[in-house]
Each structure stands twice: as C-alpha cells, then as structure tokens.
C-alpha cells in the first residue's frame, strides 16, 4: 500500500511541474514588461480595429492644449500617460506631442493634427509597450522642427521628428508630412511597420530609421534624405537589424545609401523607384528581391551585400540594365 501511495505522489509531482513548465513558457512569450528595446512585434503585423468613437481627444489650440483624462498638460507639452485611445487635432504652435506610458498599448490617432517644436521632436514617445498611429482617412498631418535640440549635457536623444523608444506602427489612409531640420526625419529605437497611410519625409540626415526592423506592408511613402533613405541599424542580434518590403510605393531620393541594412534587405512586392548619389541597396548579408518592381539610378551601385538574390518574379533595373534572375 505504501509503495503504491509512493507512486501515486511521483505521478501527481511529475505533472505539477510540466503543468508549471507549461504555465512559464508561455509568459516567457508573451512578457507582460517588456524592457524598452524588446522586439515584441512582427514584420507583417498589423494594426488592430481602432475604435475612435470612445477616443480621449487632445486639441491643440495654437498656444494652448485642451485634454481629457489620462494626458498631462505642462505648459505646451501635451504628455499621455496611460493606455487608450487619443484622437489628436490642431495645430500647435511650438510644442510636443508625449507618449510616456511604461508598458502600456497606445493608439494615436493623428486626425489634421499640425505640431511644431522648435527645439526637441514634436513627437516623441518615452515609454510603452506599443504605439499604433493612425492617420484618419482624407487628414493632413504635419510635424515639424527646428534646427537645433535643447539637450541636457550627455544625452543625445531624441534625434528625429518622429521619435520613438517603443515599437511603433502607422497605418491609416490619411497623410503625414514630417520634416527634419535638426537631424533624422522617423527614427524608431525599437521595430517599425508601416502598415499604409501617405508618408512624406524630408530630412536633413536620415530619412526613416527602424533600429530592430523596418517592416513597409504597404502604403505610399516618399523620402527625401540628406544621408540614407530608409534603414535599419541593430547591430547587436543577428536576427534583427533588416529591412523588409511586401508593398506600397515608394518614392526614396537619397544623398547616401537609399536603403540600408546591418543584416539583410528582403523585397517580394510593392514599387520601389530610388534615385541616390550613393549605393542603392545595401545590406551586411543578403539582398533578397523575390517580387515588386524596383527601378535603381544611382551614381554608384545597385546592390551591395554579401549574397545577390534576384528572382524571376522581380523587375530590377539599374540604371537602365535590367538585371538577370539568379534563382
């Protein structure tokens, strides 16, 4: 009786821990804090139905900021603080756009939302787990800066219109102008997607910047770039630090490379044109090209990387020279 009693209990043991291990696996999937710098989103992610009817509005009113709860107003710093959903309009003079939520999911929705800030991002997201924008269907949105940033001694951030320390995607059918007179146009310190939406970059550094990735789903984007167009530039996993492109058009006109990647560049759709005084395509293994159309002028290469891959399925010219599939 004793032995079968003993095991019994193994039995009950042996199942409480798988049971456990199980439970641990999971949360280690899904972490509920999530450091800022933690991948948690994929290429082809999109963003979730937005629900603006029950959205806490932010109004900008030239000099002045009216907010409902969850957003602190100092002054001309509008700064959201908990998870939701914000609809954001008007134009404010000189001032910034917040987002310091640890940990939370926040949906932006940018609704003929005009921000300029003459000395920092108009657009700068401290903290959160997720920022999903939206630009509303027929908007017209616009961020702007100044030449120089007002920066404490030692801290070099943020550096771009359009700053972000936490995952971000844009979608929407609305337009979003941003330019740079300070420094990088989108610069994202975690993933990037850009889902849809009008995106127009003029910067006098970097166009568009996914530090993890930079994942474009669709959309029709033109930038204009001092220095690279669009990149990524993790350099610290070599499972990060990509370019990915599945469609939209896109416009880049760059005076360094037009797009860049610390590990691959990876294109299957959409319409690429790039115009650039530097490479074309760059990337630190594999250029990948299985679909779409790119279209490359350039005063120097087309593609540089370790490993060339150009399918049938592909239209790739440079130059003029229609390049041979290889696979």
């Keep these: 009786m004793k032995k079968v009693v003993f095991v019994i209990l193994i039995i009950v043991m042996v199942f409480s821990i798988i049971g456990c291990t199980s439970s641990n696996s999971v949360t280690s999937t899904n972490p509920p804090d999530l450091e800022q710098g933690t991948p948690d989103t994929k290429p082809d992610a999109t963003t979730p139905p937005v629900d603006s009817s029950s959205a806490i509005l932010i109004k900008f009113n030239g000099t002045s900021i009216e907010a409902g709860d969850g957003v602190i107003v100092n002054g001309n710093v509008a700064t959201v603080t908990t998870a939701g959903t914000y609809q954001v309009s008007g134009k ?20 003929n939302a005009e921000i300029h800030c003459s000395n920092s991002a108009p657009f700068f997201v401290k903290k959160a787990n997720h920022v999903y924008l939206t630009l509303a269907e027929g908007s017209v949105n616009t961020l702007t800066d100044g030449s120089n940033y007002a920066l404490e001694a030692g801290i070099t951030e943020p550096d771009a219109t359009l700053f972000s320390k936490a995952d971000m995607t844009i979608s929407g059918t609305g337009n979003l102008n941003v330019t740079s007179n300070y420094n990088d146009g989108i610069a994202n310190r975690d993933t990037l997607v850009i889902e849809s939406g009008n995106i127009n970059v003029d910067a006098v550094n970097h ?21 690279d167009g669009i990149k990524s530039t993790q350099d610290t996993d070599s499972s990060l630090g990509y370019v990915v492109i599945t469609g939209g058009i896109i416009d880049i006109n760059a005076q360094d490379e037009a797009v860049s990647a610390v590990t691959f560049v990876k294109i299957s759709g959409g319409d690429l044109k790039i115009d650039t005084a530097n490479n074309a395509v760059k990337a630190g293994t594999t250029v990948e090209i299985s679909g779409g159309k790119v279209m490359i002028s350039t005063d120097d290469k087309g593609l540089v990387c370790a490993e060339e891959k150009i399918s049938a399925n592909a239209e790739v010219t440079v130059n003029g020279l229609k390049l041979i599939s290889n696979y």
């Design 92 to 111: 404010l003079n000189d001032g910034q756009l917040c987002v310091d939520a640890d940990n939370c999911d926040v949906y932006i929705i940018f609704d």
């Design 207 to 227: 166009g568009i910047k996914g530090k993890d990735f930079l994942s474009i789903i669709g959309g029709n984007i033109k930038v204009i770039a001092g220095l």
